[in-house]
Structures are given as C-alpha cells and as structure tokens.
C-alpha cells in the first residue's frame, strides 16, 4: 500500500509546492507509481504540473472534475489526472475553499478530520507514494490531510519566522493531530532545509539553530539551495531541457534518495 506524506509549514512562502512537486516528478521517474493530492485552494501545485503535462505532450489539458467534485461524490478516482507515466495529479481549484463548510453536515469534528483519510483508501493500492501538498494554515484541510498521513516532511526557509513555522507545525501534529485526533500512523520523516540565499551568514546561522532545536539527525542532509530555474516551472512547468534543468533534477535526485532512505530506516 501507498506510503502517503504530507508537506506542511505554517509559514506560507517556504516551498512546500515546489519540493513536493519536484520529489513526486523523481519518484515517478524511478517507476514509483506515484499520486500528488492538491489540496491546497491556490491549486498552484495543479498548475505546474498541467504546466508539465503541457510540456510532455505539447497539449493543454482541461479537467471537469476537482477535487472537491471528487469528495462531494464520494470517490476521488474521478479527478485523477495522468501527468506522465507513473505520475497522477488529484487536481485542485478555488473551489476548494468550500471544503470545511461542505464537512459541516458531519457533526462530530473528529469524524470530519477523518472523512478524507476514508476517500484516499480505494487509490493506496494502486501507488507506492501519495504526497499531499497543503495551505500553511491551521484547518480542517490541514487536520484532514494530516490524519490521512503516515508521514510529514516540514519543509522550512532559512528564515526565521519559517523556522518559527517550523517549530509550530511540529509541535501541532504532536499536540492535536497525535494526541487529539489519534492520528493512526502519522511520524515527521524530516526537516528538509530551503536556502534563501546560498552562503548568507542568517542562513548558516538559522540551518544551525535548526539543528539545534529539532536534532541534527532530523534535518536532512540534502538542503535545497537558491535556483533561479525552479522560479521559471511556474511558468513552464517542469522541463529537461538543457544543463540549468538537469542541475535542478541532480538536486532533486539527491532529496529523493534521501526521502527513500528515511523511509526505509
């Protein structure tokens, strides 16, 4: 059955989108069936890879059923979109927004925050990875996410308040999805370090307090440096186009290597 990880931080800005997008691409690259669940209302990650998808098959896809469509019919294979082989798209929009409001016919919250985790079940055996790409808010999509979850990656910016993101969104999956929601499996695999600019001494010195509160041994070795050409997926979505391209997927490599690794350990 699929290992599902969430990618999370409390403070927006700190490239959850872009590395959980990035090390699902690699994963799918390594004939790891693989599924990115958008459940984020900006759908930004939905974006880059119909970007991508663009790029593969020179053809612009529209999709009719969101994600939210999908949980309003009881079955979430309806908005599976195939990106390339081995690599599936649960894709999201604004509508989206509306998915706490939708929850509120289920009364009991508890049993809202695990309504989502019933949906995602049918698809565990047909991938080796689900990766969950989420808002940087406190939520019923936060909690949802969460809960359904074997694993997290907090993705943090060499930044202090994304350190500070950090360090609330840990203590929240112990504090609420652990020991209120009694998350059945969910454990952080890692803290995966983002550079905001490549040698800048609050950088090296917010990696090392990093270190320091969180325990060198959860902080991954491979830290995500400063790359002009993850900007331009945006806009392109992801290309393999020349030696800046094949610098960024080198990268991306080593991470997923890594991510794998921690799994298995």
């Known amino acids: 059955m699929a ?13 959850k989108t872009t590395n959980s997008t990035m090390v699902a691409n690699e994963l799918a690259n390594r004939r790891y069936r693989t599924l990115l669940v958008d459940m984020d209302p900006q759908g930004n990650a939905t974006n880059l890879f119909l970007k991508t998808k663009n790029y593969l098959d020179n053809e612009v ?44 016919s289920v009364t009991n919250y508890n049993e809202r925050v695990m309504y989502f985790s019933s949906l995602l079940e049918p698809l565990k055996d047909k991938y080796d990875f689900i990766l969950i790409d989420i808002p940087p808010t406190i939520s019923l999509i936060t909690d949802s996410a969460l809960y359904a979850s074997d694993w997290c990656v907090i993705v943090m ?37 983002v550079l905001l600019k490549n040698g800048a001494p609050v950088d090296v010195s917010t990696l090392e307090a990093a270190k320091e509160i969180f325990g060198e041994s959860n902080i991954f070795e491979t830290t995500i440096r400063n790359m002009e050409r993850l900007k331009r997926y945006d806009l392109t979505g992801i290309t393999n186009d020349d030696m800046h391209d094949k610098k ?17 350990e």
């Open 157 to 193: 910016q060499t930044h202090e308040r994304s350190l500070q993101g950090a360090e609330a969104f840990l203590r929240y999956i112990q504090n609420e999805v652990i020991d209120t929601f009694h998350a059945p499996t969910l454990d952080v695999l890692g803290i995966l370090p």
């Open 248 to 264: 960024v997927l080198k990268v991306y490599n080593n991470v997923t290597e890594e991510f794998i690794n921690r799994l298995e």
């Open 61 to 104: 896809t529209v999709f009719d059923t969101t994600l939210m469509a999908a949980i309003q019919a009881e079955d979430l294979s309806k908005a599976v979109i195939n990106i390339k082989n081995n690599l599936d798209l649960l894709a999201s929009s604004a509508d989206f927004s509306l998915f706490p409001r939708f929850m509120e």
């Open 3 to 15: 290992q599902i990880v969430t990618w999370g931080n409390f403070k927006g800005g700190t490239g």
